[in-house]
């Protein structure tokens, strides 16, 4: 049983950045691939990033590339979900994910394990 708490969530302005944080419980952090997922109000949840167990390969949505950095410290067990240039339609509940798998690029039923969610609300 893997445990993942999400933190960081909150209500900033249109423009301003945030980053979320995902600690995960057990030892083989460091085996499993992270995802950030997240779901609007009305909308089905999507990916946002994806990030292999090595870190080496990292995926992003269209809609948030060159705006987040999904990154890990596996020392920590630890996913980051940096998020600049923040927009209204980043407004959603975000949430991580661990597949134990470790392989990159995987659909989200793939991933075995979820945080509760956290909020991230984007005024404009």
């Known amino acids: 049983q893997v445990q993942l708490v999400e933190s960081g969530g909150g209500l900033v302005q249109a423009g301003g950045s945030m980053r979320l944080s995902c600690t995960a419980s057990?030892?083989?952090?460091?085996?499993?691939?992270m995802g950030w997922f997240r779901q609007a109000p009305g909308k089905d949840r999507e990916v946002v990033a994806t990030?292999?167990?090595?870190?080496?390969?990292?995926n992003y949505a269209d809609s948030v590339k060159g705006r987040f950095t999904i990154s890990r410290d596996n020392a920590k067990n630890t996913v980051y979900l940096q998020m600049n240039s923040l927009k209204p339609e980043d407004t959603a509940v975000y949430y991580c994910a661990a597949d134990l798998s470790g392989l990159p690029f995987r659909k989200e039923h793939n991933y075995d394990y979820w945080g509760q969610g956290t909020q991230v609300t984007v005024s404009s």
């Open positions: 990030i292999s167990a090595g870190g080496g390969n990292i």
């Open positions: 057990g030892r083989a952090f460091s085996s499993y691939s």
